[in-house]
């Protein structure tokens, strides 16, 4: 008797969690660091034109992002990269179907301190670059100048992209400084004359210098068209398609609202 | 002591300089015990159960490593603390092939749910308590997912004995184990490993030898979470043990079943809460009827309740407390049932270099 008891207390309690619901007007958004200023400026947008709105977006990473989607914890988990293998059976596993929203296109702009001569680097002398096989600024045309190497940490989505697309999987050299976000490392080139460094094409600014990869400099035409080798695709992961208020904030960044304000902020629509 | 402290600060180091980024973190269990048999209490203890110290290396985006120190209060010793290496391996992934992981050094079991176990209840995964398998052991393993997240498999070459035993303790014989998970759905997941583990079989011919033995284990897995906040584990085991020296019979065969629903609160208390039960039925002998005198089948009932207080960004819990009520039923009518309630602070905190 006690056991059927205990069974049917057991049972009554898995139930009754599946009525509950999330408040119909909150959103939570979490995720990567290159993707916050669109998640950020279209949710004040959509804030403004819906002022029962509330939605809340925060940083972390790509990684963060998609644990947090796995965990339940947020409804759109922002991410600079596809969802890994392991991500997506972790997902399955917790009942969680990742769904990726592609939002808009980046490139991944190399950036040098203004100060510095050199305009144009090959993808091959990027690599010798990160892989400290060439240390000085003079061997790729510049002045006698130590290249002090900048980096993301390794659980960012532009680490991985950087990684897989000019490293080829291999770690950057043990002297590179590891930065946790696009803003730090624009920063720290900025202040630093020998530095190089890689963001996402919205963190090029008038305070440090884009160089042209094989000849290509980074831009929508040349993104659109894929000629610029070092390009991705940026994601707002939900469980699923996007349902509720999800879905009508993520239609919103696809609108050409949305699309004017992923412009705006520097990385490149969709169309 | 002063060696393994002096071995434990050259690792930090190079650790630290050969890796491009290295996590330090340390993870602390403080338990109370409140134990009784027979209606008489026969623990009433405060202690540390645990106290990991973790170093986790990235070398490079394919090979990471995992060190892991775990000291404990250990009565035995003359300090009252005792410490043990849990973990120290490297994983080298997409090396083989795409998505595949080679880990080489004392690593996880691929086991039934003993590699997937994070103690949502305070007493061991099933086939760590029923003393299946440990939960770690030295060898070498290819585990891997399947594609469009099918699931995930794992194949892996041990010593068969454990962390705890090294040098003259082992025996001669490999021991081989397999495991494969299946989720063909969101929410629903399914499984099972093979274990096999023998003891000397390789040195000694004669079979009727009493120091050959041969363990064939069995899991069967199953996880469901197809309900809105309730995730729901079970796990078949099965062993059987063949001894040449039995006198009755050649082989015996050990079973436990559990069954552990777990149940989040958070969308109606706001608050970080689980509910956990558990049920487990352990039959030391499928040849004999549990409910006679000396038998060593008995069932364990568990309620408890985690309440995570503190998670880190990516949602793993930094700090939480757990207690759990425990009921030991042993089938034996003779013998004496037991119960205890145990609460348990858990904390971890970390730092990337």
């Not at chain 2, 849990?86 to 749910?113: C, H, P, Q, R």
């Not at chain 2, 082992?170 to 021991?175: P, R, S």
Request: charged share 20%; hydrophobic share 40%; glycine share 8%.
């Amino acid at each position: 008797m006690r056991k059927i008891i205990i069974i049917l207390a057991v049972l009554a309690l898995a139930v009754f969690p599946a009525f509950a619901g999330r408040n119909a007007n909150s959103l939570t958004i979490a995720g990567s660091t290159t993707v916050l200023p669109i998640a950020q400026s279209c949710a004040e947008a959509y804030m403004n034109a819906n002022p029962d709105a509330d939605i809340s977006v925060r940083g972390g990473g790509s990684s963060v992002g998609i644990a947090n989607i796995i965990a339940g914890t947020v409804d759109i988990g922002d991410a600079s990269r596809h969802a890994k293998t392991k991500e997506i059976v972790q997902a399955k596993s917790n009942g969680v179907n990742l769904y990726e929203n592609i939002v808009a296109n980046d490139a991944i702009a190399i950036i040098v301190n203004s100060s510095n001569p050199v305009n144009a680097l090959t993808l091959a002398q990027i690599t010798s670059i990160y892989n400290g096989s060439i240390t000085n600024w003079k061997d790729l045309g510049g002045p006698s100048m130590p290249i002090v190497v900048i980096s993301r940490d390794v659980s960012s989505g532009t680490y991985e992209v950087f990684s897989t697309i000019v490293m080829g999987g291999n770690a950057s050299t043990d002297s590179a400084l590891m930065l946790a976000s696009n803003n730090a490392v624009a920063t720290t080139v900025k202040d630093t004359p020998g530095a190089i460094g890689y963001v996402g094409i919205g963190y090029l600014s008038s305070d440090v210098k884009g160089v042209s990869v094989d000849g290509v400099t980074a831009s929508k035409k040349t993104v659109l068209n894929k000629t610029y080798p070092i390009a991705r695709t940026l994601h707002m992961y939900t469980n699923g398609r996007p349902r509720g208020m999800a879905k009508n904030f993520i239609d919103f960044v696809l609108s050409p609202e949305g699309q004017r304000l992923v412009e705006e902020n520097g990385f490149i629509g969709l169309q | 002591m002063k060696k393994s402290l002096i071995l434990l600060v050259v690792f930090l180091c190079l650790a630290a300089v050969a890796s491009a980024e290295t996590k330090f973190s340390m993870e602390l269990w403080n338990r109370w015990t409140y134990h009784m048999t027979d209606g008489e209490v026969d623990q009433n203890e405060m202690n540390l159960s645990r106290g990991y110290f973790r170093i986790e290396p990235v070398f490079t985006p394919n090979i990471k490593g995992r060190f892991n120190l775990d000291f404990f209060s250990d009565e035995g010793m003359s300090n009252g603390a005792g410490i043990k290496l849990k973990y120290a391996y490297l994983d080298f992934s997409n090396i083989l092939w795409e998505d595949a992981n080679l880990t080489v050094g004392l690593m996880k079991t691929y086991f039934g749910t003993i590699y997937d176990w994070e103690y949502v209840t305070i007493e061991k995964d099933p086939s760590d308590k029923y003393k299946f398998v440990a939960s770690t052991d030295y060898g070498l393993g290819i585990s891997g997912y399947l594609p469009q997240g099918f699931g995930t498999y794992a194949f892996a070459a041990y010593n068969g004995e454990g962390y705890k035993k090294t040098g003259e303790h082992l025996n001669t014989a490999m021991n081989f184990c397999a495991d494969v998970r299946l989720t063909p759905m969101a929410g629903l997941t399914v499984g099972g490993s093979y274990y096999m583990m023998n003891k000397n079989n390789d040195k000694i011919d004669d079979v009727d030898n009493p120091d050959r033995i041969e363990y064939n284990m069995m899991a069967g897995v199953a996880r469901i979470t197809l309900i809105p906040n309730v995730d729901i584990w079970a796990q078949y085991l099965t062993r059987e043990t063949d001894k040449p020296h039995m006198d009755d019979y050649e082989a015996v065969t050990d079973q436990a079943i559990s069954i552990i629903p777990i149940i989040s609160l958070q969308e109606f208390t706001g608050k970080d809460l689980e509910l956990v039960f558990r049920y487990d039925m352990y039959d030391n002998n499928t040849d004999v009827d549990n409910d006679v005198a000396g038998s060593g089948a008995y069932n364990t009932t568990i309620a408890g309740v985690n309440y995570y207080m503190m998670r880190d960004e990516k949602n793993s819990p930094k700090l939480w407390l757990q207690v759990n009520y425990s009921m030991k039923d042993k089938l034996d009518e003779d013998a004496d049932d037991s119960s205890s309630i145990e609460a348990q602070l858990r904390w971890k905190f970390s730092e990337n270099l």
